[in-house]
């Protein structure tokens, strides 16, 4: 599915990743975990294509295909999804058209007619039950004035309507409080299959109780530094990352 | 010969040609020698700061369009709002088209100044409104008058609830190398009444025009009256527009005014209050692009207690374009518990866009509410990414943005028809197609 080979980026001529290595096969969960500043936004901003970062070195490939130059809607197009750590308030589109815009969108790009209006309402209500969203919410203007339990929920709600192949959970456990935690991870959970992989990144272990992953890796400097399975996750947790942080 | 030489050498001409009577020579006398003594306002006014005429005014204007035009309904359809039933006052270059027009008597008046300036019935009307709530001191407001004629008339009695919104369209077919028109409007709602207006000017070729227009609304108590300006011209078109509002108690006045196009647009719009509880709206959306002139000038004059008024202008601009936006909220000191309210929020598209945005609140009475905000940005970049991330392409994800800052005076709008209009033309000047309305 994703395969990112020595990817070296840098924002302003400092150097964030500095080679990250990294195989993601369809139907597999990876954790990324590290301390603050270790790179993982920067990680999940680069593969979904943020211009601000400088790809230096490397390379990402999506399906057999190498995506490192394509502009955030192309790889968008091509299944890649980033839930992001503080959505973007958009005041004056509504949750709804939103939606219709970006899956009519991916759609016109795949050249593909727009999806007819009673599929599209049919296909919000079903995805919006799955993450027990109120109707009301969906006309609401885009993320505006939502709690952040509602904006991550929010952002898992478009990742059901989007159904990408790759997604990039960025911090969707902070600012959660734990009923919120289960509906999301409930909603990732329920969106999982063997033809799509899930990447979530978290600075804790707890979203990882509902978000079972195959493999976790431990990112530090900009570089992953520890690869293993779902306990190596419990073994930070126990040690801190100041274990990680003595050994590097 | 300078264009002001020429409109003082037409000037005697010209009252030669139409029917006066004494009165209006009087008054077209006394505007005719302010002119003369301030001629066209340059970058030295303090209200002309930022707009310069002096390259538009280089044009070889004719002053008098030489013949009457035809235009057929189909060439020019699409400028109605033609979804719904209207009453239309339609002038080709100056020129009143009765072909065009579906003007009425009955119940209410929508027809031409030329026949209320003359006819003994509508003597009394006008020698109540006419010019006297037009800023006589104003030498472009001075110009229009002097030469004032042809227009349109809107008398609505009280009571009375106009049964269908009214266009006010001026084409101009570039019939002429380049034509200034100075149409004149006087807009009379009775107590209790209320009428839907919509002005456009439209150029069908790229001659140049210059358009002078004075309109003159008086609101009285209790009176509804929505205005909507559709300023959507070529980019050889200029506009001066001159707009002067009175209002009597309780009364409800709003203009929008939507300014897409054109060369130099300059929008003098002027509210006076004339009673309490009265409510008056301005809001605009300008969206330019290359070297697109756009300065909104606004006065409310808050005269009396008790009274609100809403500002609301939001500017793109891209290109070279530049954007003014001097907006003069003044409170005289019996006005207390005034509650005035002035936004203006602009994005600039490009290094090489400017906007000058100038508030000017000038309060004598001590217990009055008035805010203003103010903002100049660009586009917001993390919300560009976060919706290309979602599979928006770049430029619709800026038409997007776009639409959600033009939303709240687009919301306003209380025609559907020239709401889903407006939203189609800003569509295509961010060359989008958008699969919903906001």
């Known amino acids: ?248 | 010969m300078d264009l002001k030489e020429k409109l003082l050498s037409s000037f005697m001409a010209f009252e030669e040609r139409v029917d006066v009577n004494a009165d209006l020579h009087n008054i077209r006398t006394e505007a005719i020698k302010n002119f003369e003594n301030k001629g066209f306002p340059t970058k030295k006014e303090e209200a002309w700061k930022y707009t310069s005429l002096n390259a538009v005014l280089k044009n070889d204007f004719s002053v008098f369009p030489k013949q009457e035009n035809a235009l057929s309904y189909a060439e020019v359809k699409k400028y109605f709002l033609h979804e719904i039933d209207t009453y239309k006052v339609v002038f080709i270059d100056g020129i009143f088209s009765s072909f065009l027009s579906s003007t009425t008597h009955e119940g209410l008046d929508v027809c031409l100044m030329s026949s209320a300036l003359t006819k003994p019935k509508y003597k009394e009307v006008i020698d109540t409104y006419f010019n006297k709530i037009a800023n006589k001191d104003e030498s472009l407001t001075s110009l229009n008058t002097a030469f004032a004629h042809e227009g349109a008339f809107i008398n609505i009695p009280k009571n009375k609830i106009a049964d269908k919104p009214i266009e006010i369209i001026s084409f101009s077919t570039g019939n002429e190398a380049a034509l200034m028109v100075q149409p004149r409007n006087l807009v009379v709602v009775g107590k209790n009444a209320q009428v839907q207006i919509i002005e456009r000017h439209q150029s069908l070729n790229s001659n140049p025009v210059l358009t002078n227009a004075v309109t003159e609304i008086y609101a009285h108590e209790n009176a509804n009256v929505d205005y909507y300006k559709i300023q959507n011209d070529v980019l050889t078109a200029n506009l001066i527009d001159n707009t002067y509002i009175s209002q009597k108690r309780d009364s409800n006045v709003s203009v929008h005014t939507f300014s897409f196009g054109g060369n130099i647009t300059r929008n003098n719009l002027n509210f006076y209050h004339e009673g309490e509880n009265i409510d008056s709206t301005l809001k605009g959306i300008t969206i330019i692009s290359g070297k697109q002139h756009v300065d909104h000038y606004t006065l409310v004059n808050h005269a009396q207690p008790n009274c609100e008024s809403h500002q609301n202008y939001k500017g793109i601009f891209d290109g070279s374009s530049t954007g003014v936006f001097n907006g003069k909220i003044y409170v005289e000191k019996i006005a207390q518990k005034t509650d005035a309210f002035q936004q203006n929020n602009n994005v600039l598209l490009s290094d090489k866009a400017t906007i000058n945005a100038k508030p000017q609140l000038e309060i004598f009475a001590d217990d009055v509410k008035c805010s203003h905000g103010c903002t100049i940005g660009q586009l917001d970049e993390d919300a560009m990414f976060y919706m290309q991330s979602r599979g928006i392409p770049q430029k619709e994800a800026k038409a997007l943005l776009m639409y959600a800052f033009s939303n709240e005076v687009i919301d306003s709008i209380r025609i559907t028809e020239l709401k889903n209009r407006i939203n189609k033309i800003i569509a295509t000047k961010l060359g989008v197609n958008m699969g919903f309305d906001l």
């Open chain 1, 1 to 248: 599915m994703l395969s990112i080979k020595n990817l070296h980026a840098s924002v302003e001529d400092k150097e964030i990743l500095k080679g990250i290595n990294l195989e993601v096969k369809a139907g597999e969960v990876h954790a990324i975990m590290g301390p603050n500043g270790s790179g993982k936004s920067t990680l999940s901003s680069v593969i979904a294509g943020k211009e601000d970062y400088e790809v230096t070195d490397g390379e990402i490939v999506l399906e057999g295909e190498d995506i490192g130059e394509l502009a955030p809607e192309e790889r968008a197009h091509k299944g890649v999804f980033l839930s992001f750590q503080y959505p973007v308030e958009i005041p004056g589109v509504s949750v709804t058209n939103f939606m219709k815009t970006a899956i009519n969108e991916s759609r016109k790009a795949k050249g593909l007619e727009e999806m007819p209006a009673n599929e599209m309402l049919k296909l919000i209500r079903e995805k919006s039950e799955l993450l027990e969203i109120d109707r009301k919410f969906l006309s609401r203007s885009l993320n505006e004035g939502f709690s952040g339990g509602e904006k991550k929920r929010n952002e898992i709600f478009q990742m059901a309507m989007l159904e990408p192949k790759l997604a990039i959970l960025d911090e969707t456990d902070s600012g959660l409080d734990i009923d919120a935690l289960r509906i999301v991870a409930n909603g990732v959970n329920k969106l999982r299959s063997k033809d799509n992989a899930v990447i979530v990144i978290t600075h804790y272990q707890r979203l990882l109780d509902y978000i079972v992953p195959d493999y976790v890796h431990v990112l530090y400097n900009g570089k992953i530094v520890k690869s293993g399975g779902k306990e190596l996750a419990y073994e930070l947790e126990e040690k801190g990352y100041d274990w990680i942080k003595s050994e590097n």
